[in-house]
C-alpha cells in the first residue's frame, strides 16, 4: 500500500509530483496532444508546410481513392497475416522443443533470438542478398544441378511482399519462441503431474491442458506480432524499398513518402491515422482484457 | 517427459529439427560474414556459401573509412559514432527519468497518479507515424530540425519514457512498501529513499532497462531518416543510403562489411547480456 495522507509530509509529496510532471507533461503533449495536431493536419490542405486551411475529409477522399494506398493496405493485410500466422506457429513450435528437457537449451536460445537485437535495416540488407536472383538461393539451387529453378520473387511484382514475410519471420520468431516459452513454464506443474496421473500422453497433456492456458499468452503474442507487422519500415525500405515499382509499399512506407518526400502532409496524416485506428482495433480488446485481469 | 540418457527416436526427431532451425537462423549471418571476406571477382566466382579463399580485409576497410555515403566518401565511421553520441545521452536520460517515474507511481502514488501511467501505455503501442509531423513542425520552430544532438536524441527520450516508466514501475511494485515507510520512520525524505533504498536493488531493472533502450534506439530507422539529414545521420540510416547508392557496380562485400560493423554493438551487448535483454522483450508480456 502507497502512503496514506497522513504518512506523507507535504514537502516529499510535492516533490513526488514534481519529478513526475515533466513526464505528465510530455505524455500529453508529445503524445496525446500530436495524434489531435495530426488529426487535425489531415483536415486541412497542408501540403509541403502546415497549413490551417479546413478542407473536410478531402484527403480522406484523396487517401482512399489512391490505388497505391489500397495496394498498401492489401500489402499489409498479406504480409502481416501470413507473417502473425508463420512467426507464432514457429514460436510455438520451437518453445515446446525447447521445453522437452533440452541439452544446450540456452544455446539454443540465443541462436533463435539473435536476428531480434539486430537492426531491420541490417536484416533487410541481409535478405536482400540472399534474395539475389544473380547470387542467392535461386544460385545456389542453380548450381546444385537444378539450372532451370526460379526462385526470383524480391524482382517479381507479384511477390516480392512474400519475401517481406520471409525476413520478418526471420527476425522475429525467436521473440515469440521467448514469449511462448515464457508462458510455458509458468503453466503450473500440478495441473501438468494430474494430467500424467490420469495417464494422459505427452502430446494429450499439451493439446488438452497446457496449450488452452497459455491462451493470455497467444493473445499476447498476437497483439505484438500485429504491432510489429504495422510498424515495420527499415526492414522493407532496405529489402525491396518498397518496390518493384510501389508493389512493396505498405501504410508505414506510404506515410513516409506522401509526408515527406511528395509534399502531401494532410494525405499523410491521414495515412498516419488509419495506421493508428488499425493498432488500437487490435490492442484495445488486449488493454481491456489486461486491465480486468489486473483489477 | 523421460529422463534416460538414451536418444530415443522421439528425441532424435527434436534436436534436428531443433538444429534445422538453428541453421535458419544462422545462415543469413554466416553468408554476410563470408561475403564480407571475399573480393568482388570472388563474389562473381564462388557461390554465397563458400567460405573467402582468405582473409580478405579490402571490403572492412573500404566500407569504415573509404565507401560513398550520400555525398562524402568517408565510410560509415562517422555515422557509427554519431549513433554513439546519439544513443549514450539517450539511454542515461530515459533510464534516469524512468526510475524516479517509477518509484513515484509505485511509492508515492497520488490522486490520478494510476490514471496517468495508463494513460502513458498508450505511447508503447502506436505506430509512431502518428506524431512525426507534429514532432517535425516542433523540432523546427525549436531550431533544432535535422541534427543529431539535440534533436533527434529528444526524440527518442520522449517516445522512449512509456517503456522505461513502464519497465521501472513493474520492478518497484514488487518492493515492500514496509522498507520505504521504515525508512521514513528514520526520517528519510523522497530522494535519500530512493538512493539508499531503491538504487541499490535496482540493477537488474537498470540492466534491462538500459539494453532495452540502447538496442532500440541504436537499431532505430524511422525516427533517424525523418529527423536527421546528412553527416548528422545515425548508422542506419547511413547503411540504408550506402546499400541503395547506384553505383557502376554493387559492391556486395562492401554491403555486408558495412551491415556488420552496424550490428556490431547490439550483437556484442546480447552475447554478453542476453538474459536481460529477453526479460525486456517479455517485460509485461508475460506476468509474475
Known sequence: ??????????????????????????????????????????????????????????????????????????????????????????????????????????????????????????????????????????????????????????????????????????????????????????????????AQIDGASHARIYLRVILPSLAPTFFVALVLSVGLAIKSFGLIIALTGGGPGYSTNVPSIFMYVFSFQRGEMGVGAASALMMLVIMMIFALPFLYLDSRRQA | MRTSSVLSPRRWVIYSLLSLAALFFLLPFYVMLVTAFKTMPEIYSTGILALPSSLNWYAWVHAWSAATIGA???????????SFILVIPA????????????????????????????????????????????????????????????????????????????????????????LVKAARVDGAGFFSIFFRIMLPVSTPIIMVTAIWQFTMI???????VVFTQGGQQPVTVAINDLVDTVTSVHMWNVDMAAAIFAALPTLLVYLIAGKYFVRGLTAGAVKG
Open chain 2, 72 to 82: 562524402a566518401s568517408s565510410g560509415i565511421h562517422g555515422y557509427f559514432l554519431n
Open chain 1, 1 to 194: 500500500m502507497p502512503f496514506t495522507k497522513a504518512e506523507f509530509s507535504g514537502r516529499d509529496r510535492l516533490m513526488a509530483k514534481i519529478v513526475l510532471s515533466p513526464t505528465i507533461l510530455a505524455a500529453i503533449f508529445f503524445i496525446y496532444g500530436f495524434i489531435l495536431w495530426t488529426i487535425w493536419l489531415s483536415l486541412t490542405r497542408s501540403t509541403i508546410l502546415p497549413s490551417n486551411h479546413f478542407v473536410g475529409l478531402a484527403n480522406y477522399y484523396d487517401l482512399f481513392g489512391s490505388s497505391r494506398w489500397w495496394r498498401s493496405l492489401s500489402n499489409l493485410g498479406i504480409f502481416g497475416g501470413l507473417y502473425v500466422l508463420i512467426s507464432l506457429s514457429l514460436g510455438l513450435g520451437l518453445a515446446i522443443l525447447l521445453d522437452q528437457r533440452i541439452k544446450g537449451e540456452r544455446l539454443y536460445q540465443v541462436v533463435f533470438l539473435y536476428p531480434m537485437a539486430l537492426s531491420a535495416v541490417v536484416t533487410g540488407v541481409a535478405w536482400r542478398w540472399l534474395l539475389d536472383p544473380g547470387f542467392g538461393l535461386q544460385a545456389i539451387v542453380r548450381s546444385m544441378g537444378f539450372p532451370h529453378f526460379a526462385f526470383a520473387w524480391i524482382d517479381d511484382p507479384d511477390m516480392a511482399i512474400y519475401t517481406v514475410v520471409i525476413a520478418a519471420v526471420w527476425q522475429t520468431t525467436g521473440f515469440m519462441m521467448a514469449i511462448f516459452l515464457a508462458g510455458l513454464r509458468g503453466v503450473s506443474s500440478d495441473i501438468v503431474k494430474a
Open chain 2, 218 to 224: 541504436w537499431n532505430n530507422f524511422l525516427f533517424g
Open chain 2, 91 to 178: 539511454v542515461v536520460i530515459s533510464t534516469a527519468i524512468g526510475a524516479f517515474n517509477g518509484y513515484v507511481l509505485t511509492h508515492w502514488r497520488f490522486r490520478g497518479s494510476n490514471v496517468f501511467f495508463y494513460m502513458l501505455l498508450l505511447g508503447t503501442i502506436i505506430p509512431f507515424q502518428i506524431v512525426l509531423l507534429p514532432m517535425a513542425w516542433v523540432e523546427g520552430r525549436l531550431g533544432i530540425a535535422g541534427t543529431l544532438v539535440p534533436g533527434l536524441m529528444l526524440v527518442h527520450v520522449i517516445y522512449g519514457l512509456a517503456f522505461t516508466t513502464l519497465f521501472f514501475r513493474n520492478y518497484y511494485v514488487g518492493i515492500p512498501h514496509d
